[in-house]
């Protein structure tokens, strides 16, 4: 089974994955910790919820639209709440999210398109 057609999606995930991550340790040594709590939380969420999408992805799995789709959902979030935020990591960290969520969605579309057997599946039935 072939990743190859995930390849910019995996990219795009794992650059986010490690902007957040950076982000996040970066919050922490900022002088007002509790002004970054929502930033530092989103962060987390955001680099967790990349690393199961490229998990995903790399298995070829039949929940990669639904994991994209979060996933954009999550990038969303966690670049709106950075961009909120003047330095550096922060500004670094919305930008990485913004592209990951565009070629999520993008992902999840194919996906679906691909596949749409599974794309209204419920996952418990």
């Known amino acids: ?22 982000c996040a340790t970066a919050c922490l040594h900022e002088d007002d910790v509790k002004m970054m709590a929502r930033c530092i939380e989103l962060d987390r969420s955001c680099a967790d919820m990349c690393g199961h999408c490229v998990r995903e992805m790399a298995r070829g799995s039949d ?6 789709q979060l996933c954009a959902e999550i990038c969303d979030a966690c670049g709106e709440e950075c961009a909120k935020h003047k330095m550096d990591h922060c500004q670094e960290c919305a930008e990485a999210c913004r592209k990951c969520a565009e070629v999520c969605r993008e992902m999840a579309g194919a996906s679906a398109a691909a596949n749409p057997a599974t794309s209204d599946r419920p996952l418990r039935g």
């Open 63 to 68: 929940f990669v639209e639904r994991a994209c």
């Open 1 to 22: 089974m072939s990743h190859e057609k995930y390849n910019d999606c995996i990219e795009a995930c794992n650059e986010c994955l490690v902007a957040c991550e950076h």
